[in-house]
Nanobody, 129 residues
Framework: QVQLVESGGGLVQAGGSLRLSCAAAGRTFSSYAMGWFRQAPGKERLFVAGISLSGGTTDYADSVKGRFTISRDNAKNTVYLQMNSLKAEDTAVYYC??????????????????????WGQGTQVTVSS
């Protein structure tokens, strides 16, 4: 069992920055790949960014590439999402999630939301234009 708690959300003006954190408790954090997903009102939950167990591999949705950075600190059991140049369309509830590594790797393995077993409660990010 892994418990995930997100923090760092809030209200920010367009063009501003926020850093989300996700603290993990429970089983060995470094045994899991981590992902960030977001869900806007009335829309499906979408992949934002993912990071492998060691942090050596990352993946980003096209909509955030170049603006968001995912990182992890295995000593602190925490994964981060640095969000810069925020836009109104980034407004959503942001969730972090944990998954075990796959037995067979594909190019998009970090994006497979159905493979993430543990999810946090989410943190609201609102970007005003």
């Amino acid at each position: 069992q892994v418990q995930l708690v997100e923090s760092g959300g809030g209200l920010v003006q367009a063009g501003g920055s926020l850093r989300l954190s996700c603290a993990a408790a429970g089983r060995t954090f470094s045994s899991y790949a981590m992902g960030w997903f977001r869900q806007a009102p009335g829309k499906e939950r979408l992949f934002v960014a993912g990071i492998s167990l060691s942090g050596g591999t990352t993946d980003y949705a096209d909509s955030v590439k170049g603006r968001f950075t995912i990182s992890r600190d295995n000593a602190k059991n925490t994964v981060y999402l640095q969000m810069n140049s925020l836009k109104a369309e980034d407004t959503a509830v942001y969730y972090c999630a944990a998954r075990s590594p796959p037995s067979y790797y594909t190019a998009s393995w970090l994006r497979a939301s159905w493979e993430y077993r543990y999810w946090g409660q989410g943190t609201q990010v609102t970007v005003s234009s």
